[in-house]
């Protein structure tokens, strides 16, 4: 079955560490999106990808990074520069960006300890 | 630039419809969306209206769109314990390669 997996699902990192979130799809779609949610609160856009080996800057981009080396694969790093890092983090892609919906994957929780 | 707007929050008693709405600024919108979102899940595509249509119904749910006033609805009959979940409404258009999502509104159903 197509779909898009993120993982892993729960994640834990220690103060000053960097960490990379996994996002795969099997849907042969071009575009690819990272968004954060905090409790309470909508889809914030962190990064985004219309084709491989290209990404442009979303809302939030300050101490995240993103690579995209491959057209399934999209991963996130959550560096030491970002201040505040606890959230649910979801990936998405779609056919092509603007117009079409997004399908998303389940999501990763991250937690600083 | 483009916004999405929704009430925070809706509690229905379960056999009841609900009604979540939304208003949006872009008057070049070309699709609008309903996800839902169920507990420490990803979205899930509900719906969409394209946005030369005023209404669309899928068994239970109802899409209203007026454009006019760009506001859009959905409508959840006999809503049941497992409609509970937050709805985002989300939007597309000419001015943007990229969804615009709603705030979301959190959909309690007591019995």
């Known amino acids: 079955d197509g779909g898009i997996t993120q993982s892993p699902k729960y994640l834990f990192r220690k103060e000053g560490q960097n960490v990379t979130l996994s996002c795969e799809q099997n849907l042969n779609h071009d575009a690819m999106y990272w968004y954060r949610q905090d409790p309470g609160q909508g889809l914030r856009l962190i990064y985004y990808?219309?084709?491989?080996?290209?990404?442009q800057k979303g809302d939030i981009a300050e101490g995240y990074s993103v690579s995209r080396e491959k057209k399934e694969s999209f991963p996130l790093t959550v560096t030491s520069a970002q201040k505040n890092p606890t959230a649910f983090y979801l990936c998405?892609?779609?056919?092509?960006?603007?117009?079409?919906?997004?399908?998303f994957g389940s999501g990763t929780r991250l937690t600083v300890v | 630039g483009e916004d999405v707007e929704q009430s925070l929050f809706l509690s229905v008693r379960e056999g009841d419809s609900s009604v979540i709405n939304c208003t949006y600024t872009?008057?070049?919108?070309?699709?609008l969306y309903w996800y839902k979102q169920e507990p420490g899940a990803g979205l899930q595509l509900l719906t969409y209206i394209f946005s030369n249509m005023d209404m669309k119904q899928d068994q239970r749910l109802t899409v209203l769109l007026n454009k006019k006033d760009k506001h859009l609805s959905l409508r959840i009959a006999d809503t049941q314990t497992g409609d509970s979940a937050i709805y985002f409404c989300a939007e597309t258009s000419e001015n943007t390669d990229k969804l615009i999502f709603g705030t979301g509104t959190r959909l309690q159903v007591f019995p």
């Open positions: 990808s219309q084709i491989v080996n290209d990404f």
């Open positions: 872009d008057s070049s919108s070309t699709y």
């Open positions: 998405a892609s779609s056919i092509e960006t603007g117009g079409y919906g997004y399908t």
